[in-house]
């Protein structure tokens, strides 16, 4: 019997812990606090001590494939730069820095974690069953929270917009674009093989399918109601792209596919989001000017709102030290000297991942971890290609769809600087690798087969 399907009692209270901090982390302002970081920090600790001890007790449970290596060694190795770069005084503000260490080495173990406990088809239906779960809670949420009854009935300051339980709207966008991708996948991962008719087509609609399809729906509204204009243009763009990959490589049912995929764009995001904030999002889609003019210095891309002016800094910022970085967690205190008098002196974030990494981790660290995404989001795409398995082709479909979504979003947001967004972005990589990378399920043999081949023994024995 194959040991994935008796884990051990510590293995299994591993999982829950793992699957509660996921759920968890969102849930409490996205976890973009000190006090935040410091529980789930801990809870991580906790469950990397759970772990060695399974892993001395039960070591056959837990096997790495040679990508799940390549991945963690190359965001550990990310890790070891960071200390490099407080040892060597590299760092300006070497605190910030080794407080950035201390939770990169966390995401690092849980990355670890979900690699070595969620190997296996059950558990992996489990974890993203548990994501997406956790991201509908997010969109419920957030769609009540724009009522003004239910508001005062929390005490909450009533906004028109979607935020959920996230300080920022663009962040809640962010973790709904993962969240929605692998309930896509999940609805592609169980597709039969049926050929394409009406008949089937409805046999879809009104099976147990159609309760993730009814979820998918609440969260897309709740994606268009936080008015985040990349963030909705993340989504459907990464849809598309996704698509348009999955519907190249798989040849089986393609017209069947090409229905069902083209439902979600239409039914989604054109029919039911009309009625619900997709005309305000439009407006500021509209109001967006983007300008890009050549100067002395090069070329400059200016938006009209204070993104463009950031990030025109901070690319000033990021020439100082391009190779080597200046240290992660001090880009808010290098940058004020570079901001700019029309805006708010106090700037968090670059406003764009790239560069917020590039400025702190330098060209090294921001390299690392560029092939930790694109290994995985590599595997992701050869699962899609994988036409001997619905299901890894279906999970593929949905860790590729949210690593595109979150890569797009991050050209003008920090949605991996939030702890639980980059915490689920390291999930949905550790999804993409499981993916392709998981042992196929042992299939159970089935009552009638065992009779038979118990008879069948018994009337051989009978012979001799």
Same mark, same amino acid.
């Given at each position: 019997m194959s040991h994935h399907r008796q884990p051990s009692r510590l293995i299994k209270w591993n999982r829950i812990i793992l699957i509660a901090l996921l759920v968890w982390v969102p849930i409490a302002y996205g976890s973009n606090s000190r006090a935040y970081e410091a529980i789930f920090m801990l809870f991580?600790?906790?469950?990397?001590?759970?772990?060695?001890?399974?892993?001395?007790?039960h070591p056959k449970q837990f096997k790495f494939s040679k990508i799940s290596v390549y991945a963690v060694s190359l965001l550990v190795g990310a890790q070891l730069w960071v200390l490099l770069q407080v040892l060597l005084g590299i760092s300006i503000i070497p605190s910030y820095s080794l407080h950035q260490l201390v939770l990169g080495l966390s995401y690092s173990l849980f990355f670890t974690l979900i690699?070595?406990?969620?190997?296996?088809?059950?558990?992996?239906?489990?974890?993203?069953?548990?994501?997406?779960?956790?991201?509908?809670?997010?969109?419920?949420y957030g769609i009540f929270m724009t009522q003004p009854e239910f508001a005062h009935l929390l005490g909450k300051e009533v906004d028109?917009?979607?935020?959920?339980?996230?300080?920022?709207?663009?962040?809640?966008?962010?973790?709904?674009?993962m969240t929605i991708a692998l309930g896509i996948g999940l609805v592609l991962a169980f597709r039969d093989g049926r050929k394409w008719s009406f008949k089937s087509f409805l046999d879809l609609l009104l099976s147990a399918k159609l309760q993730i399809r009814l979820a998918i729906i609440l969260m897309v509204i709740a994606l268009v109601m936080t008015y985040s204009r990349m963030g909705n243009t993340a989504f459907v763009t990464s849809l598309i792209i996704t698509s348009s990959i999955f519907i190249l490589v798989t040849q089986k049912n393609r017209v069947r596919n090409i229905v069902l995929l083209a439902s979600f764009i239409v039914i989604d995001v054109l029919v039911i989001s009309q009625f619900f904030g997709l005309d305000k999002l439009k407006e500021r889609l509209e109001s967006t000017e983007i300008t890009i003019t050549q100067t002395d210095h090069g070329w400059i891309t200016d938006i009209n709102d204070a993104r463009g002016l950031?990030?025109?800094?901070?690319?000033?910022? *990021?020439?100082?030290?391009? =190779?080597?970085? !200046?240290?992660?967690?001090?880009?808010? %205190?290098?940058?004020?000297?570079?901001?700019?008098?029309?805006?708010n002196p106090l700037v968090d974030h670059a406003h764009n991942d790239y560069i917020e990494f590039w400025i702190e981790y330098g060209l090294i660290g921001t390299l690392l971890l560029a092939l930790l995404?694109?290994?995985?989001?590599?595997?992701?795409?050869?699962?899609?290609?994988?036409?001997?398995?619905?299901?890894?082709?279906?999970?593929?479909? *949905?860790?590729?769809?949210? =690593?595109?979504? !979150?890569?797009?979003?991050?050209?003008? %947001?920090?949605?991996?600087?939030?702890?639980?967004?980059?915490?689920?972005?390291?999930t949905v990589c550790a999804i993409a690798i499981l993916s392709q990378t998981h042992p196929k399920p042992v299939k159970k043999k089935s009552r009638r087969r065992k009779r038979k081949q118990r008879l069948e023994l018994i009337a051989e024995n009978n012979k001799n």
């Open positions: 991580i600790g906790l469950a990397g001590v759970l772990w060695t001890i399974s892993l001395h007790r690699l070595s406990h969620f190997n296996n088809r059950h558990a992996l239906t489990l974890l993203i069953s548990a994501l997406f779960v956790s991201g509908l809670i997010q969109a419920v028109s917009r979607a935020n959920g339980s996230f300080v920022n709207r663009n962040h809640l966008a962010g973790y709904l674009e950031i990030l025109k800094d901070s690319i000033e910022l *990021g020439k100082q030290e391009p =190779i080597w970085g !200046i240290g992660p967690g001090t880009y808010k %205190d290098a940058f004020m000297p570079y901001t700019d008098p029309k805006i995404v694109l290994l995985s989001l590599s595997n992701a795409i050869k699962s899609i290609n994988n036409s001997q398995s619905f299901y890894r082709s279906g999970v593929g479909f *949905g860790a590729t769809m949210g =690593i595109i979504a !979150i890569l797009i979003h991050s050209f003008t %947001d920090f949605n991996l600087q939030i702890p639980s967004n980059a915490l689920t972005f390291l």
